[in-house]
C-alpha cells in the first residue's frame, strides 16, 4: 500500500500569521515555524528531527496547500540554455526507510564512531554561533558526534584523521538520504545531464509569499465592497471568497 502523504494544512489565519512573524527570520525558523503550524500542540518538536524528515514534512505541506506539482527555471551549465522543468512531489520523494535508530556507527580506520543525525536545532545553533564554513562543518560534527574509540580508546574528534572525518560526514548523508534532494535534468540543446539540489523549504516559501500577496489583495477587494474584517474574509472557504471577488469584478 502506497504511503499517505497527507496532512492537514494550516488554515489562512494561521499562514498569515506565520509568513508576517517570519520576515527576516532565518530559513531554518521559517521551516520550523511553518511546521509547528502543522501540528501546534506539538510545537517545537520538528526543531530535532533529522533534517530529511523535516524535508520530508515540508514536501507534504506543499502538497496539502499548492499540490503535487513543481517547476523548476535553470541555465544548462554547459551551453547556458534557459531549461524550465515540470516535475511533481513524488519524483523527488525519498522512499520511505524503515524506523531510525536514534545513533549510529561509522567505523573506518580502526576507529568506532557514534553519532546522531544533524538536526535543524544543530543547524540553527551552528548559524547562529560560526561565521567560517571549515569551522561550521567541525562544530556540527561536535554536537553529533556523541564517543569515539579507536583501539578501545576513547578519543577527541580532533583526532581523527581527515579521511575518517571524510568518511563520516558521507556515511551521515547515507543514513539521512532525504536532506538531499536532487533533480536530474538533461538539457535538449546539447543533451549535458547534470543534478541539482531541490531545497524544498525556499521553494515552499516562495510559494507562500505569492499566496499571501494575492490573499491580501483578496482581502482588500472584498473588505472595501462590503465591509467585512480579515477574519471574516478570510474564514470563508476559498471557493466561496472567489465567487465574492468575481461578482465584485463584475
Excluded at 503535487?68 to 526507510?97: G, K
Excluded at 583526532?159 to 538531499?180: C, K, N, S
Excluded at 547534470?194 to 499566496?211: C, G, N, P, R
Aim: some cysteine; glycine content about 4%; proline content about 5%.
Amino acid at each position: 500500500m502506497a504511503e499517505d502523504h497527507r496532512i492537514k494544512a494550516p488554515d489562512a489565519i494561521s499562514l498569515l500569521r506565520v509568513w508576517e512573524e517570519s520576515q527576516g527570520a532565518l530559513p531554518i525558523r521559517r521551516a520550523l515555524a511553518l511546521l509547528d503550524a502543522t501540528a501546534p500542540q506539538a510545537q517545537g518538536a520538528w526543531g530535532g528531527a533529522s533534517i530529511g524528515q523535516r524535508d520530508a514534512r515540508l514536501l507534504d505541506l506543499y502538497e496539502a496547500l499548492f499540490g503535487s506539482r513543481l517547476q523548476t527555471v535553470t541555465r544548462c551549465p554547459s551551453c547556458r540554455e534557459v531549461l524550465e522543468t515540470d516535475f511533481v512531489t513524488s519524483d523527488i520523494r525519498v522512499p520511505p526507510a524503515a524506523p531510525q535508530p536514534s545513533t549510529h556507527e561509522f567505523h573506518a580506520e580502526r576507529c568506532s564512531v557514534q553519532y546522531r543525525l544533524p538536526n535543524s536545532d544543530d543547524l540553527l545553533h551552528v548559524a547562529s554561533s560560526v561565521n567560517d564554513a571549515a569551522r561550521a562543518e567541525h562544530e556540527l560534527l561536535q554536537r553529533c558526534v556523541i564517543e569515539i574509540h579507536q583501539a578501545g580508546k576513547r578519543q577527541s574528534l580532533e583526532w581523527l584523521p581527515p579521511a575518517v572525518i571524510e568518511g563520516l560526514t558521507e556515511d551521515m548523508a547515507a543514513q539521512d538520504p532525504g536532506a538531499d534532494l536532487q533533480i536530474r535534468l538533461s538539457c535538449p540543446a546539447c543533451s549535458h545531464t547534470w543534478s541539482v539540489l531541490f531545497d524544498i523549504l525556499s521553494y515552499l516559501w516562495s510559494a507562500l509569499e505569492d499566496w499571501a500577496q494575492r490573499t491580501l489583495a483578496d482581502v482588500h477587494l472584498l473588505a472595501r465592497a462590503y465591509g467585512w474584517s480579515e477574519r471574516e474574509i478570510l474564514g470563508l472557504s476559498a471557493t466561496r471568497r472567489q465567487h465574492y471577488i468575481e461578482m465584485v469584478r463584475a
